[in-house]
């Protein structure tokens, strides 16, 4: 029976699994002492997660999609259990997350939904190359931190998608048609 997925280290987590981390514990050790466990960072994650003072912009930030790129897409909704004392499961997303966030795509076929995402991906991908976005940084620059052209990109994503028969007819079935309005 799958408890959770967790999408930290893409494993599901099972009753056995349960068992067995209760197995591997030490008679006194407890969840409480492995929050205690000390972590240092190096300069390089520093820089990388952006928390180095010296640095005016960047880190992971340029990794970013801008932020009305998610009408487009799926978010995925994840929240790992934690393993209580008593070596219990608390917390995490339920198993039906989707169904309820996403009500028309999740009674699509999985055909369905991959065909719009390809699509939706093929058109953003045409209209970095199009805009010559080739990299990291000028992806930041133009979509992240340009406000302007970012709107212009995205009122191109929807004329790409006005015009791609595949993607009209999909947009109902998976609960998407605001896209075009």
């Given at each position: 029976?799958?408890?959770?997925?967790?999408?930290s280290i893409g494993k599901f987590i099972t009753s056995s699994?349960?068992?067995?981390?209760?197995?591997?514990?030490?008679?006194?050790?407890?969840?409480h002492a492995i929050n205690k466990d000390q972590v240092t960072i190096s300069n390089i994650g520093k820089l990388a997660s952006g928390s180095d003072q010296?640095?005016?912009?960047g880190g992971v930030s340029v990794y970013?999609?801008?932020?009305w790129m998610k009408d487009f897409t799926f978010s995925i909704e994840s929240v790992v259990a934690t393993i209580q004392s008593n070596g219990k499961l608390s917390g995490g997303t339920?198993?039906?997350?989707?169904?309820?966030?996403?009500?028309?795509?999740?009674k699509a076929s999985i055909s369905e939904v991959e065909k719009f995402s390809t699509l939706?991906?093929?058109?953003?991908?045409?209209?970095?190359?199009?805009?010559g976005i080739n990299n990291t940084q000028s992806h930041?620059?133009?979509l992240i931190l340009d406000k302007e052209f970012s709107e212009f990109f995205r009122s191109e994503m929807k004329n790409a998608i006005k015009n791609d028969t595949q993607l009209l007819t999909l947009l109902p079935r998976i609960?998407?048609?605001y896209l075009i309005e």
């Amino acid at each position: 029976m799958i408890i959770q997925k967790s999408s930290s280290i893409g494993k599901f987590i099972t009753s056995s699994d349960q068992a067995n981390w209760k197995k591997m514990q030490p008679a006194h050790s407890t969840m409480h002492a492995i929050n205690k466990d000390q972590v240092t960072i190096s300069n390089i994650g520093k820089l990388a997660s952006g928390s180095d003072q010296n640095q005016e912009e960047g880190g992971v930030s340029v990794y970013q999609l801008p932020s009305w790129m998610k009408d487009f897409t799926f978010s995925i909704e994840s929240v790992v259990a934690t393993i209580q004392s008593n070596g219990k499961l608390s917390g995490g997303t339920s198993g039906d997350w989707f169904e309820k966030k996403y009500p028309d795509a999740a009674k699509a076929s999985i055909s369905e939904v991959e065909k719009f995402s390809t699509l939706i991906s093929d058109h953003y991908q045409g209209l970095l190359e199009k805009h010559g976005i080739n990299n990291t940084q000028s992806h930041y620059e133009n979509l992240i931190l340009d406000k302007e052209f970012s709107e212009f990109f995205r009122s191109e994503m929807k004329n790409a998608i006005k015009n791609d028969t595949q993607l009209l007819t999909l947009l109902p079935r998976i609960g998407k048609s605001y896209l075009i309005e």
